[in-house]
């Protein structure tokens, strides 16, 4: 990966600059990727990422619960009215990837869901989802929510989509 490598960093590489950023594509009650949120992204990529090197990533490894114990991967961050959520892929140790949900105010404390894993493979063998899922994707439609996300059965990955109500008010 190129982004966030300084002039030296690049040169080392045979490559030149990639030039700056300047504006934002944070766009508000869309979902946006962390690295528009300042983790070795827009204005300043180069301060941020050599600010986040310093300052100990990875920001988050793991509820610390046995079911994300041996790795978590591919999240996927929205903005709340007071909180950042991310769901993610989380795996034990049997290697079946599962997703979970924390959320944090300041990318440095985490809230692990107390229902984590909230979306697991389907028990049933004959499923294509049913040794693994990852990739979530939620968006907002209508009145429901939605997840895309990869499932995998053997060695095959496809994408499925759920569908959660929204809440009454």
């Known amino acids: 990966m190129l982004l966030g490598k300084t002039e030296e960093e690049l040169a080392a590489m045979g490559r030149t600059s990639l030039g700056q950023h300047t504006r934002s594509h944070i766009e508000p009650g869309l979902l946006t990727n962390i690295s528009e949120l300042g983790y070795g992204g827009i204005p300043d990529l180069k ?8 300052a100990g990533n990875p ?41 979970g949900h924390v959320r944090t105010q300041d990318f440095r404390s985490f809230e ?23 990739t979530p994707q939620v968006f907002e439609a209508g009145d429901a929510y939605y997840m895309l996300y990869a499932g995998r059965k053997g060695r095959e990955w496809q994408s499925g989509l759920a569908r959660a109500e929204k809440p009454r008010r």
């Open 112 to 134: 692990a869901n107390p229902h984590n894993p909230i979306f697991t493979p389907s028990l049933d063998r004959d499923e294509w989802d049913c040794d693994g899922i990852l």
């Open 59 to 99: 920001i988050f490894s793991g509820s610390g619960l046995p079911w994300d114990s041996h790795g978590v991967r591919e999240a996927e961050i929205f903005k709340g009215p007071r909180y950042f959520h991310i769901l993610y892929g989380g795996r034990a140790q049997d290697e079946v990837w599962k997703i």
């Open 47 to 54: 301060a941020n990422m050599a600010r986040f090197r310093r």
